[in-house]
């Protein structure tokens, strides 16, 4: 690991640098997860009253603007060289956790339909300005050889927070547990941003450094042209795949109190303790895979898990119903969960410059992460409404990952050849 060399060296700034990253990129990933996808779904079902169809459309809404608003600040980023500017983007940084935050605060004020959209919409102004600006950010703290480790730590104390401290999962639980969480990092980041501080310049020169600016993926020709391997579009289209298939089946599962109570929201400390640390275990499992296989190895056990534990849940519905939910499909669930996470936080900066990170991490995240996870989840409350049973459910997800777990079985087989070049004509 690069942290260890950083660290006898004792360069402090490198170090710090590590510290804001995990900070930054934790708290968010918590935030979104439970306030934004999970408290919308209560805020718009129980505080407000809305029908199950209502909630469905309101999350296709943020799915889409977040993610045109994701593209579009992206593309100005980089056509503005803004991703090669630390400062510029810490800036930036601030100011989405601060509208985050005044957004958390406000909630309790949102109480009929009109003040839900308007709150959404400007959600979706804070998520589509934070996915490129945050997870650029990589390229000027973490070196191209510790973003597996790194993603480990941030999916290991996003989840095992997630997990073991949301009992409720009401948006008045999620609001009282992140405001101040939020409140206190806008406050720090704030000062830090528009300080004075020397530590400032010398992260803002890291970005030169071979070792940081250029991805594991990311290959030079003679003339210094940037380029990747043509695959990798490919595992972004796979990336979607598998965030599609885990929101589609896990809403479900979520609303099934025998597979709640004895999971993600059990009364017993230990049972959450139990799922907590599947997450941890997992995610630095695949922080270690992550830098020695190849992303195609990863996602072929990613969706191989999400078969088996999708199969395991349908075999139960059907043959033991009344029973409680053995420990094991939770900890399968959560094993994909984690490995996918882990390189999702590695995998785009991976695959740029600092040039082109800002519209990379756009088009990977906004695409295959927000658009797949909010889209399956307007799907999934809408087949809910119909009356779909939850058998059937689970076996459409189930052969969805089945299906994507073949594709990505043929692909060892399928040399995917040539070259793409990564860099814009005005790059060169």
Known sequence: MELVRHVKARRWP????????????????????????????????????????????????????????????????????????????????FAVVLLQTVLTAVVP???????????????????????????????????????????????????FAAEV?????????????????????????????????????????????????????VRRDRTGREWINRRLFVL??????????????????????VYVDTAWQSPQLATRLFIGGTHVVAAWIAGVLYAALDERSLFFWVFGIFGLAHLMYTFHTRLAAGDDAPLAMPMLYAIAVSLYT??????????????????????????????????????????????MPIDRHLQIVDALAILFFLFVLASFFIPIGGRELLAHEGDR
């Open 14 to 93: 490198t170090l710090f640098g590590y510290i804001l990253f995990i900070g930054m990129m934790a708290t968010g990933y918590y935030y979104n997860l439970t306030f934004v996808q999970l408290g919308l779904v209560d805020l718009g079902r129980r505080a407000i009253g809305l029908s199950e169809a209502r909630v469905a459309g309101h999350l296709a809404l943020l799915a889409l603007v977040t993610c045109v608003i994701a593209l579009a600040f992206g593309w100005l980023m980089w056509r503005h060289g803004w991703s090669e500017q630390f400062i510029r983007k810490l800036r930036l940084a």
């Open 109 to 159: 004020v949102v109480r009929d339909e009109v003040s839900f959209v308007a709150w959404i919409v400007a959600a979706s102004a804070a998520l589509g300005l934070g996915v490129p600006v945050m997870f650029s950010l990589t390229v000027d703290l973490i070196p191209a050889r510790d973003r597996g480790y790194v993603a480990a730590l941030v999916t290991s104390a996003a989840y």
């Open 165 to 217: 401290f949301s009992v409720e999962w009401t948006i008045d639980e999620f609001r009282a547990r992140i405001l101040w969480l939020v409140l206190a990092g806008t406050i720090g980041l704030g000062v830090f941003a528009f300080g004075k501080f020397p530590l400032l310049n010398e992260l803002a020169a890291q970005h030169t450094q071979p070792g940081f600016a250029f991805g594991r993926f």
């Open 236 to 257: 972004v289209a796979l990336m979607f795949g598998i965030y599609f298939v885990d929101s589609l089946g896990f809403l479900r599962l979520i609303d099934t109190p």
């Open 342 to 387: 882990v390189v999702n936080f590695a995998l785009w900066a991976d695959v740029s410059t600092p040039r082109t990170v800002s519209l990379n991490t756009a088009v990977g995240v906004a695409l295959s992460g927000w658009t797949a996870t909010f889209l399956s989840t307007a799907l999934a409350i809408q087949w809910r409404i119909d009356g």
